[in-house]
């Protein structure tokens, strides 16, 4: 008899965290010698009257459990479309399941490669560009030039009627002092808190630490503050006040986080003594 | 089809991919085929696959691979990354042949990642290559060597140049230097054209094209600190003096003079003032 891998999910999740928007978190446990640690590998379900999206798929291992949670949570209707930031395995795995389980739905984003990837979900690709708005009922998602991204066809979205923006990898960030691995990671009981909830706050070196591991180009590329200034202008011109990352905690207090993930950001950098 | 690159040792395997804009690595308006490659080191009975290919060219690969090693035969597998390009096929490999030894980076376990992939008895060969990290964030080979057979090893390392989590491979049997997502370059005019760069073939390869190839995944390039990049691979490579360069995309570089020549190209491409 095969195993069944689920991944753990919090029970703190799925929460709502804004009009429309549901945080589903499958938390994947590392087990150190005196401890168990966690790591966020969110999806987000943006609801509206007559449609819904979900963004980024989880990875295959946590599937049976996303899947249970969508039953709950769409209550009996069908997921209308999927946006999935970018083609890693935490962002894209479920796809086919998703297709399987869901034969309508629109795989919408920046879906080049996907034919190469998911053959047999071709039909069901519908390529969008940043600007491009998908109506759910009340609520729209708006496609968002990614302005953090390691792979080059990687977006970000945006909820206006929440205020919610979806980073994919940006703005991820560790906020324990003595972490050993690269994936963003917290304690049980943490899962389902924001940043304005969390007892200790992130450190600059927690951030500089994901930076230049996750975004490896960080420690070669001095650019920090011109990347985090168009973030912010972003932030602005969008009326952003919550920011959705795929792995960390969904942050409730952007004001706040930005300074340190930028220290952190230009902490990542190699060379201060070369030119940029 | 698959091509053999040195006699009972060395084999490239995978189909072409069309440029037709729906392709996200290579640089606008690249027009022609890429090939995708998965590469099979054979050591007696021993076989080691680099790479799975691409989930579009499954049927090719497999059975290629069933040509290669027998059907339902054994084979290990090593991924330079735990991309889409690099893994897709993990699953239906492992529906038709024994994957003996799995060698991945990375906290995720790829048996995890597929349907039909949870089983305790795959899971538990599966051996990660990037365990140990330093305070800073890096990545460090673990399992530094790969034995294929007795007596012949695929020499690992996590390389300076890159992108997302990836690996490089060294094979001294062959002089064969696995480099997964960089010197991607070679594209072919027709998807039935030479896929290897070597001696006989002419060889119109430009700066421009190297840098647009490197620079369409490694976008971050144009605007970094390249030096030590350039340093690190001038040393790989005169460590090394490869034969063959073997990327996951793209045509395979075959012979001394052409690596020697490809490796200009793309030290010039990390240097973008000149491109």
Not at chain 1, 47 to 70: K, R
Not at chain 1, 209 to 218: E, K, N, Q
Not at chain 2, 16 to 24: C, E
């Amino acid at each position: 008899m095969e195993e069944q891998l689920v991944e753990t999910m919090s029970s703190d999740l799925p929460r709502s965290v804004a009009k429309g928007v549901t945080w589903m978190s499958s938390c994947l446990p590392f087990h150190l010698a005196d401890r168990v640690i966690h790591g966020h590998n969110s999806t987000y379900l943006v609801q509206g009257e007559h449609s819904s999206i979900l963004v980024d798929t989880g990875n295959p291992s946590s599937w049976p459990i996303i899947s249970s949670t969508l039953d709950e949570l769409l209550d009996g209707r069908e997921l209308t479309y999927v946006f999935p930031t970018h083609p890693e395995l935490p962002h894209t795995g479920n796809l086919p399941r998703l297709v399987e389980k869901y034969p309508n739905i629109q795989v919408v984003g920046d879906t080049r490669d996907y034919h190469l990837f998911y053959p047999q979900i071709v039909p069901n690709l519908h390529a969008k560009v940043p600007g491009d708005k998908v109506d759910l009922g009340g609520q729209e998602f708006v496609v968002v030039e990614a302005l953090i991204r390691d792979l080059p066809n990687t977006q970000w979205g945006f909820a206006p009627g929440a205020g919610v923006l979806f980073t994919a990898d940006g703005f991820c960030y560790m906020h324990r002092p003595e972490l050993d691995d690269e994936d963003p990671v917290h304690l049980p009981g943490e899962c389902g808190l924001t940043t304005g909830e969390l007892q200790v706050p992130i450190a600059v070196e927690n951030a500089a630490f994901f930076t230049g591991s996750a975004l490896y180009w960080a420690r070669f590329a001095n650019d920090a503050d011109a990347v985090y200034d168009r973030v912010l202008h972003l932030i602005d011109e969008l009326g952003v006040t919550s920011v959705a990352p795929t792995h960390g905690n969904f942050i409730s207090n952007i004001r706040d986080v930005e300074p340190i993930i930028r220290a952190g950001h230009k902490r990542a950098y190699r060379y201060e003594t070369a030119q940029p | 089809m698959f091509t053999s690159l040195h006699a009972d040792k060395l084999t490239v395997l995978g189909g072409n991919i069309p440029l037709d804009g729906r392709v996200s690595w290579v640089p606008q308006g690249a027009t022609g085929f890429q090939p995708s490659n998965a590469y099979l080191l054979t050591e007696g009975t021993s076989n080691l696959l680099v790479d799975s290919g691409l989930a579009v060219h499954s049927e090719e690969i497999l059975d290629d691979l069933a040509e290669l090693i027998g059907e339902g035969g054994g084979v290990s597998i090593f991924f330079t990354r735990s991309e889409m390009d690099c893994v897709s096929n993990l699953e239906p490999i492992a529906g038709r042949f024994d994957i003996e030894r799995l060698f991945t980076g990375g906290v995720i376990n790829p048996f995890d990642a597929f349907d039909d992939l949870s089983r305790m008895a795959l899971r538990g060969r599966r051996h990660q290559i990037d365990a140990h990290r330093t305070e800073e964030g890096d990545s460090l080979a673990r399992a530094a060597e790969i034995e294929i057979a007795p007596g012949r090893v695929l020499q690992v390392e996590s390389p300076l140049l890159r992108l997302l989590p990836t690996f490089w491979g060294w094979d001294k049997e062959t002089g064969t230097l696995f480099t997964s997502d960089t010197f991607t370059h070679g594209v072919m005019d027709r998807p039935d054209g030479q896929r290897i760069i070597d001696s006989t073939v002419e060889d119109t390869t430009t700066v421009e094209q190297v840098a647009g190839h490197l620079y369409a995944k490694y976008e971050w390039i144009p605007r970094s600190t390249c030096e030590p990049l350039r340093e690190w691979l001038q040393d790989k490579f005169d460590t090394l003096d490869p034969e063959i360069i073997a990327p996951s995309r793209g045509c395979v570089l075959k012979g001394r003079d052409v690596v020697r020549r490809h490796l200009g190209f793309m030290l010039d491409a990390l240097t973008p003032q000149l491109v």
